[in-house]
């Protein structure tokens, strides 16, 4: 994203009274415009979230980078697929559990996710295959004590998040022979009350380029807001948004499954 087109969000969230700006991407932090964009979201009064690699944290051209953020009290996102090594290196590759869990007591050591600290610190999990998460509350209780007791690393809530049938994960899918039976099994499991809450009922994706979509997902898939909605930042306007038709499709089952699933994880 270009410095031009940070300087429109910046200009459509001065419009409105939207309380958290979510920055994400492969390496958000990498954006030579990341920081200048935080302290003028933060000078505007707003929340913001820094979807997090964790092992960004031990880059050595980003040293100062969990000052940086504890300072302006950036909320932190990190997915983190299992409290095991074995697990988490078979998902994400060799050694990224040992990384992930040096970034954490970085960010432990800097208050993140300690008792009483306002710096949040929030983990992700998503299911290692064509199945739907277990409840969130208990995944999230055997992941703080396992998280603790292996390797002194506390947080404060874990995110479980459906496995949409998009991208790789769809690959996986037709390759193992399991897209319908898994579509049979996000069908099956539609939870109205999951449905109410979903991200894309109060969000906006915003692509590198300015063009918006009504999630992630649909970002992933080059859906971009339609029915008459405007679908670039350029032409922000929060009224026609608000009443916009969300553009929906089979992949969003996923959110709608279960106990519903969206960037903040259980729905219902």
Not at 27 to 34: C, I, R, S, V
Not at 64 to 89: G, K, M, R, W
Not at 190 to 201: G, I, K, L, Q, S
Not at 207 to 214: A, C, I, K, Q
């Amino acid at each position: 994203m270009t410095q031009d087109t940070f300087e429109l969000c910046l200009k459509a969230i001065a419009q409105t009274d939207v309380p958290t700006v979510d920055i994400t991407g492969g390496a958000p932090e990498l954006n030579p415009h990341f920081r200048w964009f935080v302290e003028e979201v933060r000078a505007l009064g707003r929340h913001v979230i820094d979807r997090c690699n964790l092992t960004i944290l031990l880059v050595p051209s980003q040293a100062d980078l969990a000052d940086f953020l504890a300072t302006h009290h950036v909320e932190i996102v990190a997915s983190l697929p299992s409290f095991t090594a074995t697990q988490t290196d078979a998902q994400r590759g060799e050694g990224v559990m040992d990384a992930s869990v040096e970034a954490l007591r970085l960010l432990n050591a800097r208050g993140y996710g300690q008792p009483d600290s306002p710096l949040i610190l929030n983990l992700v999990y998503n299911p290692n295959g064509a199945y739907l998460p277990a409840s969130q509350e208990s995944l999230e209780v055997r992941f703080k004590r396992e998280m603790q007791r292996r390797y002194g690393v506390v947080f404060n809530n874990l995110f479980t998040i459906t496995n949409i049938p998009i991208g790789r994960f769809l690959e996986f899918l037709v390759d193992t022979g399991n897209l319908q039976g898994y579509m049979k099994r996000l069908i099956s499991a539609f939870n109205p009350a999951a449905a109410r809450h979903v991200m894309c009922r109060n969000m906006l994706s915003i692509g590198w380029d300015g063009t918006m979509f009504d999630c992630d997902f649909n970002q992933m898939l080059d859906i971009q807001c339609n029915h008459g909605a405007p679908n670039h930042i350029r032409d922000f306007d929060i009224t026609r948004l608000r009443h916009r038709r969300i553009v929906t499709g089979p992949h969003c089952y996923g959110c709608t499954a279960g106990a519903g699933s969206s960037c903040g994880g259980a729905t219902a």
